[in-house]
Nanobody, 122 residues
């Protein structure tokens, strides 16, 4: 059982940056791949990025490629999402999720955080 808690969301102007954190407890996060998803009002939850258990493999959705960077510090049991050059269309609730393998679909992940709101003003 893994408990995930996201933090770092907030309100930022377009062009600004935020860093989200996903802290795990109850189990060693290095045993899990981690994905970041987001869901905007009226839209389906979508993959933003995932990172493999050792951090050696990452994926980014086209919409965030070149602007977002995921990383992990397994010693701290934490995964990060650095978001740069934010756009109003990045506004959403962001969730981290952990599972045995990386994947694009939310069904691949077994454990989810409660989400953190990111709002980007124009």
């Amino acid at each position: 059982q893994v408990l995930l808690v996201e933090s770092g969301g907030g309100l930022v102007q377009a062009g600004g940056s935020l860093r989200l954190s996903c802290a795990a407890s109850g189990s060693t996060l290095s045993s899990y791949a981690v994905g970041w998803f987001r869901q905007a009002p009226g839209r389906e939850r979508e993959i933003v990025t995932y990172i493999s258990r050792n951090g050696g493999s990452t994926y980014y959705a086209d919409s965030v490629k070149g602007r977002f960077i995921s990383s992990r510090d397994n010693a701290k049991n934490t995964v990060y999402l650095q978001m740069n050059s934010l756009k109003p269309e990045d506004t959403a609730v962001y969730y981290c999720a952990a599972g045995p393998r990386t994947g694009y679909y939310y069904s691949r992940y077994d454990y989810w955080g409660q989400g953190t709101q990111v709002t980007v003003s124009s």
